[in-house]
């Protein structure tokens, strides 16, 4: 028999992307699919997809509590996916993105928004389901998919259901009248429930309610059980450490892969490095850097907050900066490190490039222009830029935390020897360790043997998706069985 899997989340890539959560969440229904697995997946219908699905056909309609009605369309991505869009116009028919205004707040009817997406998918995981197709699990993602577990506990024979968790630190809190509003039982508000610190919880509904728990890397699974990660969860997360797994996120070589990258300006692979110089040239005249073939260029793709440790890379900027060396800045987040960066760049011209928006194309080109890729994050679940720049042969510097950790092998004498080495590894997370990092990188990168060795060993790693998609389809089966 074939399992069937609905797969429920509030973006996919490339039709609605904020994070990590979009490519994981093309990448992974793709790759259960390869393996033999059933897959639908459920996304919110915003214009963007919309209006990039043209051909979308009627499945099913909606009147759930007191919700506006939904339709639920069906279309098949371009790599055999099969999206299931849940159209209501009224909660998902608006400007700015899926989760805030133009403006960045965040949208105020948003419970209301993913408490639909949540109860949809309860629905189809359930015997109220008119549909023919009935998933065997129902695998859900971050809080805005959170309540589907609760849902899913007080629902008619209900399939089994995992929840991934991506970050931790976004929950998904909303007054305790929001239970009501909801259609959420009375008694599930409380500790073992839907509670949280007197409010109303999408994640810890999910984690509470969820049959099973997964998380993006093993580092971060056991992370999320002490209070400096576990964001107020870390005791429901650490009594439930039994059915809590980590499973390293993949990197869609379809997409990721200097050997067959449309958008750089020459592609290259392991036995031919030449076009990586190539990139590095195109990167130094777009981001409007001195061109210099021999200086180690820093490149950074993140989001521009305090987790990512961007302050950080300001703070010793000026220093990486004498050492020789070059560096740019790509992404959007905190207005007052945007300034920072703007004034960084104006500085020091010619020896840094900033870019604040995102751009993918100009992200794929620092992975494969740059030498070194910088990744300080205070604490990091998987990580997917640090994998990415390994393919690309640009060795990164990152915080021990998280999936940083489980991916990327210091750079010592030991490692050299096995061949293990792909990058340079610090903690803890401050200012001092991350410039004697930089200060390592660049002592390597200046001994040819040990570059090239670098280069290899980070090139050689498999970080595909096929080894995670047999780890997820293990605990299908597991819960199935039960």
């Known amino acids: 028999m074939i399992m069937r899997v609905l797969y429920v989340t509030s973006e996919i890539a490339p039709l609605i992307k904020t994070g990590g959560l979009a490519d994981v969440s093309a990448a992974l229904p793709a790759a259960l699919i390869a393996a033999g697995v059933d897959v639908r997946v459920l996304v919110p219908g915003y214009p963007q997809i919309l209006r990039a699905l043209p051909q979308l056909n009627d499945v099913a309609l909606f009147a759930l509590h007191d919700f506006p009605c939904a339709s639920l369309l069906a279309a098949v991505l371009p790599d055999g996916v099969r999206i299931w869009v849940l159209d209501c116009p009224e909660l998902y028919q608006r400007g700015g993105g899926p989760y805030q205004d133009e403006h960045g707040h965040d949208w105020p009817d948003n419970a209301q928004r993913f408490g639909l997406l949540s109860k949809v998918a309860a629905v189809l995981g359930s015997s109220d389901s008119s549909l023919g197709w009935k998933p065997d699990v129902v695998h859900c993602n971050d809080w805005q998919t959170g309540l589907t577990p609760a849902y ?3 629902a008619n024979k ?7 968790i991506h970050n931790l630190a976004f929950q998904g809190v909303f007054p305790p009248d929001c239970v009501a509003e909801l259609g959420l039982p009375a008694q599930s508000f409380q500790m073992e429930g839907v509670e949280y610190y007197g409010s109303l919880s999408f994640l810890k509904a ?18 999320i059980q002490d209070e400096a990660l576990g964001f107020g969860m870390q005791g429901l997360l650490a009594q439930r450490h039994e059915v809590l797994s980590g499973i390293l996120n993949g990197v869609d070589y379809t997409e990721w892969n200097p050997g067959c990258d449309t958008r750089l300006a020459q592609e290259y692979t392991a036995g031919d490095l030449r076009g990586k110089l190539a990139n590095k040239i195109e990167l130094q005249m777009r981001m409007g850097l001195r061109v210099d073939p021999e200086v180690p ?15 950080l890379v300001l703070e010793i900027a000026p220093e990486l900066l004498a050492m020789p060396a070059q560096l740019v ?23 840094v490039g900033v870019y604040v928006g995102f751009n993918e194309e100009l992200s794929h080109l620092v992975e494969a222009g740059a030498d070194v890729f910088l990744m300080p994050s205070r604490f990091e679940p998987c990580g997917l830029n640090q994998m990415y720049s390994q393919r690309y042969g640009t060795p990164p510097v990152v915080h021990a935390t998280g999936g940083l950790k489980d991916t990327v092998v210091d750079c010592n004498v030991a490692t050299l020897a096995d061949g293990t080495a792909s990058g340079f590894v610090f903690s803890p997370a401050d200012a001092d360790s991350l410039l004697l990092a930089v200060r390592r990188a660049v002592d390597a990168y200046y001994d040819k043997k040990i570059w090239h060795a670098l280069q ?10 096929g080894k995670s998609a047999a780890a997820y389809i293990e605990i299908y089966e597991r819960l199935m069985r039960r």
């Not at 209900?158 to 991934?164: F, I, N, R, S």
């Not at 999910?206 to 992370?223: F, K, L, N, W």
């Not at 800045?329 to 020896?351: F, I, P, V, W």
């Open 158 to 164: 209900a399939a089994p259901c995992v929840m991934a």
């Open 329 to 351: 800045l790509l992404g959007t987040g905190d207005a007052d490190m945007q300034r920072a960066a703007l004034e960084l760049l104006h500085k020091y011209s010619g020896q």
């Open 152 to 154: 899913l506990h007080f």
């Open 297 to 311: 260029l820093f490149g950074m793709v993140s989001r521009f907050t305090f987790q990512k440790g961007l302050d």
């Open 456 to 465: 290899m060993n980070g090139m050689s790693k498999d970080f595909s998706w």
């Open 206 to 223: 999910g984690a509470y309610y969820a049959d099973h728990i997964s998380t993006v890397s093993p580092s971060y699974a056991e992370e």
